[in-house]
């Protein structure tokens, strides 16, 4: 143990390895913002800003992790997006200016600044991550109140955006608890309101009023078999309930009372499984039509060639690598995706590594766009035209969402509501 001379008092293990954590963290820091100071002495304002995230803001971080580090470039001055070879030619002189000044600093995150914001509006997770849990060593007005938006729930169709509707509920309903006669059925008829606006957010809809949201829910869940016609039922007395304590509160029975605030409690609850199961179906449908573009947008280059695509989608890599001018990344992007796939059949969504999939689906993003310039170039459609041209083969089949993963949105569901029950045992025994 080392002894503080200041106060004469023994220092812990815990106590010593803590205060060596922020030491070294603090030196990270200060080599981050020498870079940024260098960042800034080369490209001037073209820098928005530079953010340090994922383990050391946190305190978390060993004594080999990287510095992992989020840059922001403005690029509102051009007219079209910043050409790819031009946005590697950039990130490669960044990196090696930050391996300069530090070689733990990782540059893990390269956006430039309508990327960023776009990544924010559609709530894609490294930059939800990267905001989130990360701090900046210099910024302009970018980093922070992207982070105070998100912190309060601004930013639509994010797990932040959900929870605050869930958050409202809950504490709606605690609230609810407190009160009694007149005040109670309007309480329980917000915890209503919000507890069914939340999974009608998540998928991408403006919250209805109040008065609309049970038969909102029912046309878009009810409907589609993913929520049951009592919890319509139950929306549609707690809100029947609120407009009698509000015109007739001496009308409201004690026993009425403690009816509804179960009802509230159990549709709260469902409204929770239900948001789980869309946010599970949300995910795995992105990453499925993803897939199904590049096996499209492969299919589309061969066809340009004048090349047939093979009957079975596993040969298409090697059609492709006989028949397009295609590097060693583009046919590794087979095997990635097949991967990706594979943990999806096989309930592990979890294991996929987010990071990764968003270098996947960028690189993804990147082929479908030089294939369309070369369509538009030999014919007469536009980029846009060339995936729906091709449902009909027999690639675009085996591609589709059912076919390729049997049962996957009955998976997921039923994954979702495991953890909603493991969260409610949770609830129980605390």
Request: some cysteine; overall charge negative.
């Amino acid at each position: 143990m080392k002894e503080d001379s200041k106060c004469g008092s023994v220092m812990s293990g815990a106590d010593k390895v803590k205060e060596m954590r922020e030491k070294s963290q603090e030196r990270r820091i200060e080599a981050a913002e020498e870079f940024a100071d260098k960042l800034v002495d080369k490209l001037g304002d073209k820098v928005k800003c530079v953010a340090v995230w994922g383990s050391v803001p946190q305190g978390e971080h060993g004594y080999d992790s990287d510095i992992d580090t989020l840059v922001i470039l403005d690029d509102t001055k051009l007219q079209n997006d910043v050409p790819q070879d031009a946005r590697n030619k950039i990130q490669t002189k960044v990196t090696e200016l930050a391996k300069e000044t530090d070689d733990r600093i990782t540059i893990q995150y390269f956006p430039f600044l309508t990327e960023f914001w776009n990544s924010l509006r559609k709530g894609e997770p490294l930059a939800i991550e990267a905001v989130r849990n990360g701090e900046p060593v210099y910024d302009v007005g970018i980093f922070m109140p992207a982070k105070r938006l998100l912190e309060r729930g601004k930013i639509s169709a994010t797990r932040e955006s959900v929870k605050k509707r869930l958050k409202m509920a809950a504490a709606g309903y605690k609230k609810a608890e407190k009160n009694f006669k007149s005040s109670i059925p309007h309480k329980l008829e917000q915890v209503m309101a919000n507890a069914g606006q939340a999974p009608i957010m998540l998928v991408g809809k403006q919250p209805p009023a109040k008065e609309r949201v049970p038969e909102t829910l029912e046309e878009m869940f009810v409907e589609q078999e993913m929520l049951e016609e009592e919890y319509v039922e139950i929306a549609q007395e707690l809100y029947d309930f609120g407009d009698k304590g509000e015109k007739n509160p001496q009308k409201v029975k004690g026993e009425e009372v403690e009816e509804h605030l179960e009802k509230a409690d159990d549709f709260v609850r469902r409204m929770h499984k239900l948001v789980s199961q869309l946010g599970a179906k949300k995910k795995v449908k992105g990453i499925i039509d993803d897939y199904k573009q590049f096996l499209k947008a492969n299919v589309a280059a061969l066809r340009a060639q004048d090349v047939e695509p093979p009957e079975d989608k596993d040969d298409l890599p090697e059609v492709v690598e006989e028949n397009l001018d295609v590097d060693e990344n583009h046919l590794e992007m087979f095997d990635r995706w097949e991967d990706v796939v594979e943990k999806i059949k096989e309930k592990e969504l979890e294991e996929v590594n987010e990071k990764e999939l968003y270098e996947l689906k960028n690189d993804t993003h990147d082929f479908i766009s030089r294939v369309g310039k070369d369509l538009q170039e030999m014919k007469e459609g536009q980029a846009e035209e060339m995936a729906p041209d091709m449902d009909t083969s027999s690639i675009a089949q085996a591609a589709d969402t059912e076919e390729m993963v049997p049962n996957l949105e009955k998976k997921a569901e039923h994954e979702a509501e495991e953890e909603m029950e493991d969260e409610e045992e949770d609830d129980v025994e605390e």
